[in-house]
């Protein structure tokens, strides 16, 4: 449920998420702060912090901390991370593509997490499919009668590029084009639109907000899909 998380934290100034992590640095008694103990600790989700910052050290370098990596990186987040890399690249990433610009983990970290590189993509591969059936709600109380969440889960996301490929179904822009592509919900969720891999697309920013033109409430929460 990170997205849901990240969705109300889109506003925050700057300072305020550099404030909260240097709090946590304090309680620590520590000049650094890993991912894991942000996650912990902190007020946000460090996905909000490494999307605002660029990356985790980014932010650990703005807050004027030591620069650490996370030591106990799951391989949801290597998957996640590679997901996230992938798009900014609007290609399957090679080995040396996973710069620290792009990518919050080397590609060293993953051949020692799986073996080689090829294996870490085999792996995420795997991880993408094994989500092939949506997240049905069976007995869930609330009152809402919808079949799928709203938020798009990472390995959904990493389905729609791979269906669509990391380009605007629309216009066709790529990130090397400079743009910012976001999943989109064909019929959007509000109008009953599932959380299905059917139902979503790759929109590039431009064309996902002239489609949200027509339904601001959609709007609202597409700008949260930003892949
Ligand atoms: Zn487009």
Same mark, same amino acid.
């Given at each position: ?14 300072? +305020? ?5 240097? *709090?946590? =640095?304090? $309680?620590?008694?520590? /000049?650094? &702060? ?76 993953? +051949? ?5 590189? *090829?294996? =870490?993509? $085999?792996?995420?591969? /795997?991880? &993408? ?91 609202? /929460? ?6």
């Amino acid at each position: 449920m990170r997205f849901q998380l990240e969705t109300h934290h889109r506003n925050i100034p700057d300072e +305020e998420l550099i404030e909260d992590l240097l *709090r946590v =640095a304090k $309680e620590g008694g520590k /000049n650094k &702060v890993t991912i894991d103990e942000y996650n912990e600790r902190g007020r946000f989700h460090n996905t909000t912090l490494t999307r605002r910052f660029g990356s985790w050290l980014k932010a650990l370098e703005k807050a004027g901390l030591e620069k650490t990596r996370n030591l106990n990186i799951s391989n949801e987040e290597l998957f996640e991370n590679l997901v996230e890399v992938w798009t900014n690249l609007g290609k399957q990433p090679k080995y040396s593509d996973l710069t620290k610009e792009v990518s919050q983990y080397s590609s060293a970290t993953y +051949e020692k997490r799986f073996g080689t590189w *090829r294996k =870490a993509l $085999e792996a995420f591969v /795997n991880w &993408v499919n094994e989500g092939t059936l949506p997240e049905i709600r069976t007995n869930s109380p609330q009152k809402s009668k919808r079949a799928t969440p709203r938020n798009i889960n990472w390995r959904l996301r990493a389905m729609v590029l791979m269906k669509d490929g990391a380009k605007c179904k629309l216009c066709g822009a790529t990130p090397q084009d400079g743009a910012k592509l976001h999943v989109d919900h064909i019929i959007p969720w509000a109008r009953g639109g599932e959380t299905v891999l059917d139902n979503l697309q790759i929109l590039c920013e431009k064309c996902n907000i002239g489609k949200s033109d027509i339904d601001p409430n959609d709007f609202t /929460n597409k700008s949260a899909e930003r892949l």
